[in-house]
């Protein structure tokens, strides 16, 4: 999907900056969008993401190279049959699919404020109430299981959102958008009998990724006011649902900073 969206935006004619971590696909996105005419508007950043260094080094080319940020669009993630985890000994899951989201929308702040109207939109499972933060075994080191990992991270960037939203700095607005099962993903990793139901299901039940996309770009034109707008498949997502408690949200949060401050104090732009 965030494939997608970069090659939409690159022929509205914007200015896009693609981070991932397989030079291979990055090469291949380089040469699509030469096709199109848009490849001097296109730069891949080659990145771990489940690493803080990385994306810590991520940030920090951004802001050295660029003035503003109009959009943060936020896909990163992967399923892990096994658990396994990072260099900086974190659960795989949650480090690529929650903190990387967490640290890339607090280190790019300050380039979003140099915006008109700047918009982080956060690709997750918002709505779904399945799954929940397990306080005291953030990293599952007990009872891991792939589903588990997942349904704990997508909470984690339900209360993300919230928490952005909360401390009120800055001028982005954030969204929260759940685009339902899409055609898109890296199966590769996982073992041949999954990936053949996953992709069988797919061809039945999947919507194409043009479709899933379409709000995403449209979002990027016309940002919302809101601080925090949550979406769940086209429909407005109750705030007061359990998953989006503020009291959580400032909880995992402070947690989060503490993680963040135990692996290294990180390269932080200024006012951050």
């Known amino acids: 999907m965030g494939r997608a969206t970069a090659l939409d935006r690159l022929g509205r004619g914007d200015t896009v900056v693609v981070?991932?971590?397989?030079?291979?696909?990055?090469?291949?996105?380089?040469?699509?969008?030469?096709?199109?005419?848009?490849?001097?508007?296109?730069?891949?950043l080659q990145a771990d993401l489940s690493s803080i260094a990385e994306v810590e080094?991520?940030?920090?080319?951004?802001?050295?190279?660029?003035?503003?940020?109009?959009a943060l669009v936020l896909c990163?993630?992967?399923?892990?049959?096994?658990?396994?985890?990072?260099?900086?000994?974190?659960?795989?899951?949650?480090?690529?699919?929650?903190?990387?989201?967490?640290?890339?929308?607090r280190r790019l702040r300050t380039l979003m404020d140099a915006s008109e109207a700047p918009v982080i939109i956060?690709?997750?499972?918002?709505?779904?109430?399945?799954?929940?933060?397990?306080?005291?075994?953030?990293?599952?080191r007990r009872r891991y299981s792939m589903i588990r990992a997942q349904l704990q991270a997508g909470r984690a960037n339900d209360l993300l959102g919230v928490a952005f939203a909360e401390q009120a700095v800055g001028k982005a607005s954030f969204v929260m958008y759940h685009p339902g099962f899409t055609r898109s993903g890296?199966?590769?990793?996982?073992?041949?009998?999954?990936?053949?139901?996953?992709?069988?299901l797919a061809r039945l039940t999947a919507r194409p990724v043009k479709t899933s996309i379409r709000p995403i770009v449209e979002l990027i034109d016309s940002p919302p006011r809101?601080?925090?707008?949550?979406?769940?498949?086209?429909?407005?997502?109750?705030?007061?649902?359990?998953?989006?408690?503020?009291?959580?949200?400032?909880?995992?949060?402070?947690?989060?900073?503490e993680l963040l401050a135990q692996h290294g104090p990180g390269i932080r732009p200024r006012g951050q």
Not at 19 to 44: H, P, Q, V, Y
């Open 19 to 44: 981070l991932g971590s397989n030079a291979t696909k990055g090469l291949a996105l380089l040469e699509e969008a030469d096709r199109i005419g848009a490849a001097s508007r296109l730069r891949f």
């Open 76 to 105: 990163a993630n992967r399923l892990s049959p096994k658990r396994r985890e990072t260099v900086d000994g974190l659960e795989y899951t949650f480090a690529l699919y929650y903190l990387s989201r967490y640290v890339l929308s």
């Open 226 to 257: 809101a601080a925090l707008t949550a979406i769940d498949r086209g429909k407005p997502v109750d705030p007061a649902l359990k998953t989006l408690d503020r009291s959580d949200a400032a909880r995992l949060a402070s947690l989060t900073e």
């Open 57 to 70: 080094r991520a940030a920090a080319d951004i802001a050295q190279r660029h003035h503003i940020v109009d």
């Open 122 to 140: 956060s690709v997750s499972g918002v709505g779904n109430t399945a799954g929940k933060i397990n306080w005291d075994d953030l990293q599952l």
């Open 186 to 200: 890296d199966l590769s990793h996982l073992n041949p009998a999954l990936r053949a139901m996953i992709k069988l």
